[in-house]
């Protein structure tokens, strides 16, 4: 290779700097010796296209990190705003309703978030009724709802949260807007539907009544049924003990009259309890009634067939019994130095017994005394 052809066509890829495509342009038109040369001119292409590429997907991280680090930012913003609205506002108004729970939206089992978000939003809700007076402004209503939100779920809600922050527009306008737009993603897309599947199942069984009505009642609020299917449905779930206490009853309520039905079985519903009480009562007094009499009469059985001496063993304790057997006490008058077959008052009780056998012995022998005296 000539002086000339080594200038304009450096031997190193490293030196090799393509830089525009007119460059590439200019070394082909100049090129004579093109298989080596080009080859050299493909590779450095394609070194410098590896390391704009690895350039770029570094940056991408970069920027993923970064975002996620926003996110973070967002929430701690979120939460460290309304530390001082909120405690401002208890200053003035003492609260009354407990913080909501924390929504994170990241449970993965569709009907447990279902009722997770039911029960955020209820929360919510009643917080904002009992505690209205603890917020002076309707922005710091909205902040305070959306700490109250996390996770995934917030990413669902930041977008409308950050403008409220920096007082700009396209921001939420009232905290009712949150829980309505997670709503549409954590809320049941058919409550009807669903609503008729549970009803489909519920029963009342053992539970009181007041639970029972209460979960019907909450199925109710998701389904448009007139008063005529609603005591219909009501009377078909009822326990069997309910729907006998309803039996005598004459004047009953008409079907269309749905507040009527319930008032009339919710009294039926504490008669059935008090009664199932007086009866448990009863039952518990009838056996033990029973218990007595047996035991009475078992011990009136072996009062009659036992000698005062055996009676009055059976009659001690057994801690008592195992105590004077441990200190070779007397088993029937509880002193020391002999034992119950020496006892002299266990002799002198057996004498005066006319039912006992050594009773007759001892009357036989004073008997015998006598007429050999005689």
């Known amino acids: 290779m000539s002086t000339d052809q080594a200038t304009k066509f450096p031997q190193t890829n490293a030196s090799l700097q393509v830089q525009r495509l007119e460059t590439v342009e ?4 100049q090129s004579t010796s093109a298989d080596g040369q080009l080859e050299r001119i493909f590779r450095a292409i394609e070194t410098a296209m590896q390391s704009q590429e690895s350039y770029i997907a ?7 990190g970064l975002h996620a680090r926003i996110d973070e930012l967002n929430e701690h913003i979120v939460k460290m705003a309304m530390m001082p609205v909120y405690t401002h506002a ?14 994170k939206g990241d449970e993965q089992d569709i009907k447990k978030s279902q009722e997770l978000f039911d029960t955020f939003t209820a929360q919510v809700q009643l917080k904002m009724i009992g505690d209205k007076d603890c917020f002076s402004a ?13 996770g995934p779920a917030y990413k669902n809600i930041r977008c409308w949260v950050t403008p409220v922050l920096e007082d700009k527009e396209g921001g939420f306008k009232s905290w009712q807007e949150i829980p309505e737009v997670l709503r549409h993603i954590y809320g049941v897309a058919d409550k009807h539907a669903a609503a008729e599947r549970e ?15 209460a979960q019907f009642n909450a199925l109710l609020a998701d389904l448009s049924w007139g008063n005529r299917a609603k005591v219909s449905a009501l009377k078909a779930r009822i326990n069997y003990e309910l729907s006998e206490a309803l039996v005598p009853v004459i004047h009953t309520p008409e079907h269309e009259d749905f507040d009527g039905w319930v008032k009339l079985l919710v009294k039926l519903a504490e008669n059935v309890e008090v009664h199932a009480q007086r009866k448990r009562s009863h039952f518990i007094h009838t056996a033990n009634h029973r218990q007595n ?3 009475d009469d078992y011990e009136t059985t072996q009062t009659k067939t036992l000698e005062p001496m055996q009676l009055d063993t059976i009659r001690l304790h057994p801690a008592e019994r195992a ?9 029937y008058c509880g002193q020391p130095g002999h034992f119950k077959s020496q006892c002299a008052e266990a002799i002198a009780t057996r004498g005066r017994n006319p039912g006992s056998s050594n009773y ?7 008997n015998l005394k006598d007429q050999s005296s005689a």
């Open 26 to 29: 200019y070394i082909l038109s």
């Open 58 to 64: 570094n940056q991408d991280s970069k920027i993923a």
């Open 90 to 103: 208890n200053e003035t108004e003492k609260s009354l309703i407990s913080d909501p729970d924390i929504f």
């Open 138 to 150: 309707e922005k710091e209503r909205i902040i305070y709802v959306a700490s109250r939100v996390s």
């Open 199 to 213: 009803m489909a199942f519920l029963q009342q069984n053992n539970l009181p009544f007041i639970q029972f009505l």
């Open 293 to 295: 009499r047996l035991q």
């Open 323 to 331: 105590r004077r057997f441990r200190s070779n006490l007397c088993m």
């Open 360 to 366: 007759r012995e001892v009357h036989y022998r004073e």
